[in-house]
């Protein structure tokens, strides 16, 4: 979108999309299509394949943000590491393109979800399974992140890694490498 100009008073910039002008603040994000590195929803991509490269992203986000936090010295208790700008940089511009892709990845899953959800789901059925679904990934994630943050936690530390980070049960029940009996299903 070419800019036209700044718009009133709020330092915003005015940018012709569609032949209408938009405003957008000076720090605004615009996802315009696929992101380098994923796919458009399809016919042999639905929402089932769709959530497991979101999810996959998003652990590659967590991460990207605990490296850049540890690179940058940000992480709580932590002090700074002295990580060259050029270092802090490139964490940070990959961890912008994965939060782009999620963004991204997820307007696709709830598209294809919303153009092949069951004729025979109600929408209060489909409302219930949807909020049971987001607490289980909630869960998923919550756990995905404290596991994460061990992981780093005892890197930065200098443990070994396989006494910081136990194994997930990923949601098909299959460990990733050794069962994890504290996570509920």
């Known amino acids: 979108m070419p ?13 012709r999309f569609n032949d209408q002008i938009v405003e957008l603040n000076p720090d605004a994000v615009v996802i315009n299509g696929p992101v380098d590195g994923t796919r458009t929803r399809g016919q042999d991509y639905r929402y089932p394949a769709i ?23 940000m992480a709580q208790g932590m002090t700074q590491t002295g ?15 994965s939060v782009s892709k999620a963004t991204f990845l997820l307007t696709q899953w709830k598209a294809s ?6 004729n025979g789901i109600s929408q209060t059925t489909a409302t219930d ?3 049971a679904s987001a607490n289980f990934d909630s869960r998923m994630l919550e756990e995905a992140v ?11 530390l200098g443990l070994a890694h396989e006494a910081a980070a136990q194994p997930l049960l990923m ?4 460990p990733t490498s050794s ?5 509920e299903i």
């Open 51 to 73: 959530g497991s490269d979101l999810i996959r992203i998003i652990g590659d986000l967590s991460h990207e943000t605990l490296s850049l936090a540890g690179a940058s010295g």
């Open 113 to 118: 979800w919303d153009e092949n959800r069951p």
């Open 146 to 156: 404290a596991q994460q943050n061990m992981h780093h936690a005892a890197g930065f």
């Open 3 to 15: 800019s036209i100009g700044s718009g009133s008073g709020n330092n915003s910039q005015r940018f």
């Open 83 to 97: 990580a060259p700008a050029s270092s802090v940089d490139a964490l940070y511009q990959r961890a912008f393109l």
């Open 171 to 174: 949601p098909d029940n299959t």
């Open 129 to 131: 399974a949807t909020s």
């Open 179 to 183: 069962s994890n009996s504290h996570l």
